[in-house]
């Protein structure tokens, strides 16, 4: 089943933050993530939100977002996310059946 990994996180430390993100996307798709949506302007419709930045990636299932957030490429560039920025990250489970299309931003 499919399963989105939804960032939502605020950046304190613009340089490192960027550093982080020039190396993200082929780490991403080395592990066969796809980047659906990055906004560092979402519209709140609802309620309020005290994030700066929200990301929204997809993958084949949970064992494939493991596999990518657990390997040496991606510990390596997240230290600098890790240091940079302050947020949550959510992991949710598709609807059965479905698999998310998607290609690269």
Do not use: N
């Not at 780490?27 to 990301?55: F, N």
């Not at 996310?81 to 059965?96: K, N, S």
């Amino acid at each position: 089943m499919a399963v989105y990994a939804l960032a939502q996180i605020s950046v304190h430390d613009r340089d490192r933050y960027d550093r982080y993100a020039a190396a993200f996307l082929p780490v991403l798709a080395k592990y066969r993530g796809r980047l659906l949506a990055a906004d560092e302007a979402p519209q709140v419709v609802e309620g309020t939100w005290p994030y700066d930045k929200v990301v929204l990636m997809a993958f084949d299932s949970r064992e494939s977002f493991q596999a990518w957030a657990d390997s040496p490429e991606y510990r390596e560039i997240s230290r600098d996310r890790v240091a940079a920025t302050d947020g949550v990250v959510l992991l949710l489970d598709g609807l059965p059946g479905h698999r998310p299309s998607g290609g690269s931003a």
